[in-house]
């Protein structure tokens, strides 16, 4: 059985969230080709995150300030390589 619109719309959504913690942003192009999706779709997807992201103005999309993960050398959550649970 396929996976529904609605469990797509998700998984891509989860992925763009990761690729941002991962690279800082993301490129709506990137996301296009990545995903083999349309202009549409990319912004529509861009328009659900938009509470916790910000567009840069060149194109690129990345967490707000309050979302992104902490990247300080001196901050434990930064260092602790240990499962949260």
């Not at 998984?11 to 349309?38: C, P, W, Y």
């Not at 659900?48 to 840069?56: G, R, T, V, Y």
């Not at 300030?65 to 300080?72: D, L, V």
């Amino acid at each position: 059985m396929a996976p529904s619109p609605r469990s797509r719309s998700a998984e891509r959504l989860v992925e763009i969230i990761i690729a941002l913690h991962r690279n800082g942003s993301v490129n709506r192009r990137d996301l296009m080709q990545k995903f083999g999706i349309t202009e549409r779709t990319v912004y529509r997807d861009l328009q659900a995150l938009s509470p916790i992201i910000e567009h840069d103005g060149k194109g690129r999309y990345q967490l707000l300030p309050a979302y992104q993960p902490c990247r300080c050398v001196y901050c434990p959550e930064a260092n602790d390589k240990s499962p949260q649970g």
